[in-house]
Nanobody, 123 residues
Framework: QVQLVESGGGLVQAGGSLRLSCAASGGTFSRYVMGWFRQAPGKEREFVAFITRNGEFTYYADSVKGRFTISRDNAKNTVNLQMNSLKPDDTAVYYC????????????????WGQGTQVTVAS
């Protein structure tokens, strides 16, 4: 069973950048497809991006395509989310998630979740 801990959230002005990190422990990290999701107040959890086990394939929600980049380092057991050109609509709690079966945009595919990190984008 893998444990996930996110970091890197904070307050940033619109147009700025943040880099989120998720550190994994307790499992063989390279076995897991890794995803990022977010949830804004009063809204459902929303898919952001996922990356396959070896990092060969990535997939993004249309709302973040071209602005966010997901990457992983299997030697360091980390997955990152580089967020550029941030908008107030990106304000949310961001969650890292893992599953050992298949990549996808549905939160129900993911078995393991971090506690989340708050990202606030001021206009």
């Amino acid at each position: 069973q893998v444990q996930l801990v996110e970091s890197g959230g904070g307050l940033v002005q619109a147009g700025g950048s943040l880099r989120l990190s998720c550190a994994a422990s307790g499992g063989t990290f390279s076995r897991y497809v890794m995803g990022w999701f977010r949830q804004a107040p009063g809204k459902e959890r929303e898919f952001v991006a996922f990356i396959t086990r070896n990092g060969e394939f990535t997939y993004y929600a249309d709302s973040v395509k071209g602005r966010f980049t997901i990457s992983r380092d299997n030697a360091k057991n980390t997955v990152n989310l580089q967020m550029n050109s941030l908008k107030p609509d990106d304000t949310a709690v961001y969650y890292c998630a893992a599953n050992d079966r298949v990549g996808g945009g549905s939160w129900s595919l993911y078995d393991y979740w971090g506690q989340g990190t708050q990202v606030t984008v001021a206009s």
